[in-house]
């Protein structure tokens, strides 16, 4: 799959589908450098395509440089635009120059990254990876550049290790990820948010200015997902060029894309320079975060759905990977803080006679907590709530037949909680400055091993002390203040994420069978760094329905259902005071990882009958949405209505929703265009649909007529 050509000095990286060319450019002086002239469908050989590249006539008052496409763009030598790396001296100069070695290997599989979540192989034959060597011939500073192509997926890894090979202390200043260059304008399409309304899809037109997105939070954020697409301008969810790169990170990032006057796109992605200034001494080495980059010419469906299979199959890991996912019940909406063992009892009988298979004691089960002000830290049962302790709880829930699952939020502090008085120098803070709070509490420093080593003491030990199945890791501030008793400035912010990492591997491998969901304020760090510690990830603290098509919608931009927790919760919604019919809040629902938050107690028997079907048709159907093709249809963002579908071997199973009705609406068309070849599905009726037809006539769905309705029909396939 790599191969490198010695005449025309370029490695090819294919697997048929895609192709990513770099080449070794000599400049007059014969020093060497390296350049990525193409990415994207296939070609058959390593070609010449030097003819691409940009030459000095082109070059007129400004200098060459900033014309080529680099892998490594560095500082201080004439590339004006942003770059990937920039190491500064003793002297503070930051004049970085990356010269291409000749070293290069090829290696079958895919190396793991040191402390870092990054996609990964199960057999040595399903990647390739290249590494290439690049030296600053003064400071000695060595990048090896490494770039996987994977067989069955068409997408590519890259990231970088930097090793000061040098004899004097270095800086870095600036330590990205991968650096893709294209010819031409690109619109750029980017997911922001905030709190309760995350992951939109922003399609931003090419413009002669650096379209950025980052964070400065200690999270991915709520604002910015670490995920941006160049897409052609005339590119839609089914045609046309599209290159997605998603950072498998989950701090301070930033991708930017820079188009200059020679209509010379560059994305350059990676760790946020804003917030690093690491001390490479003399041997040390720095392991830069994955960035993974897909091509599609079938659209944005066909980057989504690559990205889908890509990170369900080889970033997410352990048993629960490819495992049905229970149907919970959450208290969280339905208590909140107050609740006691028989509040919960109550809510757990009436699930377990629908049929839900988890139930999920959310915050406020510990210390004295019994509202957001106090207790973090101190991971021990509250037994004014819970007089006989969580194990009797977990053992009662367990006897009813539902596996039972607990909230923590491992990474803070409460200023009132007996850690915090036996250690208020754990937290991030800068000595003399006063602590900002949010949500009245503050963040571990989980840069120190001593603080990292008692949140995977403390969580450990509850999760041993009773029946245990599931764990929801939760995270509700974001950074300030962002100094240490140990840890220099400018490396905390990226040695906080090394000692989450650690924890997250520490307590995830040492309980293999507890299925961990992340959370953040809601989707707050919704991003793949996390997503290979945990497979699922709660999409946001909004669940009303109308607001969920959204939020899945643009979810499923970068992350497969399978991430997605998705509850349908009481009316009025505690969110937006919306009233929507219980059917289309199971069936949006049934678009991620299918449950529950209310008081199930509190119901009518018509509801209540009502969920124990929905319950029994997502046990049926499940495999599907957790591990079939996911396809988006028609957007929530463009028109009243919202459509997707899912599809495997088995069946296909599309939905539609309205938001608003209107006079004389017709019911939706949705024409479903990457069915297999030939396939024939029958409906409900019994009546049998080629994909051709369902491609070009459509499938019309049975929507009933009103605001808020929504409907499911499942196909199965017979051919
Ligand atoms: C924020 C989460 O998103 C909610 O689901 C809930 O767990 C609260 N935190 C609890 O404090």
């Not at 690093?276 to 010419?297: C, D, H, I, K, N």
């Amino acid at each position: 799959m790599i191969t490198f050509d010695e005449a025309l000095s370029c490695f090819h990286l294919t697997n048929g589908r895609v192709s990513m060319v770099i080449s070794v450019l000599k400049d007059d002086a014969g020093v060497s450098e390296l350049v990525m002239p193409y990415v994207g469908a296939a070609i058959p050989s390593c070609e010449d395509l030097n003819a691409l590249l940009p030459t000095e006539e082109f070059a007129s008052f400004d200098s060459l440089r900033q014309l080529l496409p680099y892998c490594l763009p560095t500082e201080d030598r004439g590339d004006y635009r942003p770059t990937m790396l920039c190491a500064e001296d003793e002297q503070g100069f930051l004049t970085t120059e990356m010269v291409y070695t000749g070293e290069y290997t090829v290696t079958d599989g895919k190396p793991a990254l040191p402390g870092l979540p990054a996609t990964y192989c199960e057999a040595p034959g399903e990647a390739q990876t290249l590494t290439l060597t690049l030296r600053d011939p003064v400071t000695k500073l060595t990048a090896r550049l490494s770039y996987t192509v994977f067989a069955e997926h068409d997408a590519f890894a890259a990231s970088v290790t930097l090793t000061n090979e040098g004899d004097r202390t270095l800086y870095l200043r600036n330590a990205g990820s991968l650096a893709l260059h294209l010819p031409g304008r690109w619109d750029m399409l980017h997911l922001e948010g905030s709190w309760a309304r995350e992951r939109r899809p922003e399609r931003v037109a090419p413009a002669l200015l650096t379209r950025q997105i980052e964070s400065v939070r200690g999270a991915s954020g709520h604002e910015h997902n670490p995920f941006a697409a160049l897409m052609a301008p005339d590119a839609t969810e089914f045609d046309g060029r599209v290159y997605g790169v998603s950072l498998v990170y989950s701090g301070d990032f930033r991708i930017c894309v820079d188009e200059n006057a020679e209509d010379s796109t560059r994305l350059v992605a990676g760790i946020n320079p804003r917030v690093l200034r690491w001390r490479l001494a003399p041997g040390g080495s720095f392991q830069t975060p994955e960035a993974v980059l897909v091509y599609s010419g079938s659209g944005l469906n066909g980057m989504s759905q690559t990205f889908h299979r890509l990170y369900r199959t080889r970033l997410a890991r352990g048993p629960w990977r490819d495992r049905e996912r229970p149907i919970l019940i959450n208290n969280w909406e339905a208590t909140y803080f107050n609740f006691d063992h028989e509040k919960i009892m109550k809510i757990a009988r009436t699930a377990a006679r629908v049929g839900i298979e988890l139930f999920v004691l959310d915050d406020g089960w510990f210390g004295h907590r019994d509202m957001d002000d106090s207790s973090l830290g101190d991971w021990v049962p509250d037994t004014r709530k819970l007089p006989r302790g969580l194990k009797a709880l977990a053992e009662d829930i367990n006897a009813l037949g539902l596996r039972f699952g607990l909230w923590f939020e491992p990474e803070m502090i409460s200023p009132d909680s007996d850690l915090y008085r036996a250690h208020p120098d754990w937290c991030l803070h800068v000595a003399g400055r006063r602590r900002t709070e949010g949500r009245r509490q503050l963040i571990l420093d989980l840069s120190r091993a001593e603080v990292q080593d008692y949140v995977i003491g403390a969580v450990s030990r509850v999760l041993a002390s009773a029946p245990i199945g599931y764990v929801k890791w939760d995270m509700n501030r974001n950074f300030t203040e962002v100094g240490s008793t140990v840890t220099p400035g400018g490396e905390l912010h990226h040695r906080y994420m090394l000692g989450l990492y650690r924890c997250m591997d520490a307590i995830t491998s040492a309980f293999p069978e507890v299925l961990f969901e992340s959370c953040s304020g809601g989707g707050g760090r919704f991003d793949a760094g996390i997503l290979y510690y945990m497979p699922q990830t709660w999409t946001s603290d909004d669940t009303d329905a109308m607001e969920r098509l959204k939020l899945q919608y643009g979810t499923s931009i970068v992350y497969p259902a399978s991430a997605m927790g998705a509850h349908v919760s009481a009316v009025p919604n505690h969110q937006v005071l919306r009233t929507t019919p219980l059917n289309t809040r199971g069936q949006v629902a049934m678009g991620g990882n299918f449950g529950y938050e209310l008081d199930l107690s509190a119901q009518t028997p018509e509801d209540i009958e009502l969920i124990r079907q929905q319950v029994a048709f997502v046990k049926q159907i499940r495999r599907t949405t957790q591990q079939g093709v996911f396809t988006r249809l028609m957007s929530p963002f463009e028109g009243e209505v919202t459509a997707w579908s899912f599809r495997d071997e088995e069946r296909l199973l599309l939905f539609a929703a309205r938001r608003m009705s209107f006079p004389k609406e017709q019911p939706p068309v949705l024409r479903l265009r990457d069915l297999p070849e030939g396939s024939l599905w029958r409906d409900e009726q019994g009546r049998v649909h080629t994909a051709a037809s369902l491609a070009g006539a459509g499938f019309v769905m049975p929507l009933p007529r009103g605001d808020f309705q929504s409907t499911v029909v499942v196909l199965e396939r017979v051919k």
